[in-house]
Nanobody, 128 residues
Framework: QVQLVESGGGLVQAGGSLRLSCAAS????????MGWFRQAPGKEREFVAA???????????YYAESVKDRFTIFNDNAKNTVYLQMNSLKPEDTAVYYC??????????????????WGQGTQVTVSS
């Protein structure tokens, strides 16, 4: 069973940056499409970004339109960790952020129901 632990959330002013980390209990990049989702109070969980290995040295990344050009997803295989670098943060980015594993390795699924393993989440709050 894959265990995922997020960290790096916090309070930041609009325009600032944060880097979220998702540490996995085992090598996930070769067996999962890894995704980041977020959920604001009263809203459904929404897709943020995903990354999938396409070769031993390459990967394919996918982003929600609302974060494209501001957020970057990348991984460090040696550390079994996936990151979400978030720049130019906006108040509407405020949410609990979750990382997740799609063990069927779909190409950037945006449907949270297709992800099987989930972390506990980390709070990101962006003040205006």
């Amino acid at each position: 069973q894959v265990q995922l632990v997020e960290s790096g959330g916090g309070l930041v002013q609009a325009g600032g940056s944060l880097r979220l980390s998702c540490a996995a209990s085992e090598r996930t990049f070769s067996s999962c499409t890894m995704g980041w989702f977020r959920q604001a109070p009263g809203k459904e969980r929404e897709f943020v970004a995903a990354i999938r290995a396409i070769s031993w040295s390459g990967s394919s990344t996918y982003y929600a339109e609302s974060v494209k050009d501001r957020f970057t997803i990348f991984n460090d295989n040696a550390k079994n960790t996936v990151y979400l670098q978030m720049n130019s943060l906006k108040p509407e980015d405020t949410a609990v952020y979750y990382c997740a594993c799609d063990r069927d390795q779909r190409y950037g699924s945006r449907n949270f129901r297709e992800y099987y393993y989930w972390g506990q989440g980390t709070q990101v709050t962006v003040s205006s």
